[in-house]
């Protein structure tokens, strides 16, 4: 049964109520409806909370079983946790942690325009986070692109989302910068992120509402990882 999304549409919603449809030691917990993201994409799965009757449940991770990305399996961080299908429970978020993870997410693709190459792997972290493009040479001129991408989030670009048939992407493939992971699928559409008029491309991930919310970024370390391979990380100002 698919797990409805709130997240896709809200995706500053830190509570919400939902419903146990399976429980199982194996598992996890599954409900109607999540405002947990599930590990995919390079960004971790939310971790955070549910309240049932007072008591409050540990989430350790939130996944897709099987990756089905239809469907999220909330990962308690304790075995005791007694819920039952039917059950009701309160939903209550990691927001500070949600947060960090959104303002990263944002930034790398912010990145992936700066480095104008095809995306090969990445990663969001809460305080760095990274990018590997198939870029032979590292180009010239690191500082220059290092303000632009603070000139861009100064510039509190307006993050929004829109949705287009499984249909147009296939006819647009230019649009997936992804090398090795492609946009969630299996719905007849795909979410597209646009930010201003700097970028688009499918993403299924968080994102913040405007570059503003970021804050200033730097380029770290910049690693060859194969022939043509280079991965550039990038941190939140003052992270180590």
């Not at 599954?30 to 993201?37: A, E, G, Q, V």
């Not at 147009?168 to 946009?183: F, I, R």
């Amino acid at each position: 049964m698919p797990t409805e999304l709130l997240f896709r549409d809200d995706a500053y919603l830190t509570e919400a109520e939902a419903t146990v449809v399976f429980a199982d030691p194996e598992g996890g917990i599954r409900l109607n409806r999540t405002i947990f993201y599930g590990q995919s994409g390079g960004q971790p799965g939310d971790s955070g909370v549910m309240v049932r009757d007072g008591r409050e449940i540990m989430v350790a991770n939130a996944i897709h079983p099987g990756g089905d990305k239809t469907e999220i399996a909330h990962l308690p961080a304790e075995a005791d946790w007694h819920l039952t299908a039917g059950d009701t429970v309160t939903l209550r978020l990691d927001w500070t942690r949600r947060h960090r993870l959104m303002r990263m997410h944002t930034a790398l693709h912010l990145l992936s325009v700066a480095f104008p190459f095809a995306v090969t792997g990445g990663s969001v972290g809460e305080d760095k986070g990274r990018l590997d493009f198939d870029m032979p040479e590292v180009p010239e001129g690191l500082p220059e692109i290092e303000s632009q991408l603070n000139a861009w989030i100064d510039a509190d670009l307006p993050v929004t989302s829109e949705w287009i048939s499984e249909e147009e992407l296939d006819a647009n493939p230019s649009m997936v910068k992804t090398m090795k992971v492609q946009p969630p699928r299996g719905q007849g559409r795909v979410r597209l992120i646009r930010i201003g008029d700097v970028d688009l491309q499918p993403c299924g991930g968080t994102h913040v509402r405007s570059t503003g919310e970021i804050g200033p970024v730097r380029l770290g370390k910049i690693e060859k990882k194969g022939k043509q391979n280079r991965r550039v990380s990038l941190l939140f100002a003052g992270a180590e």
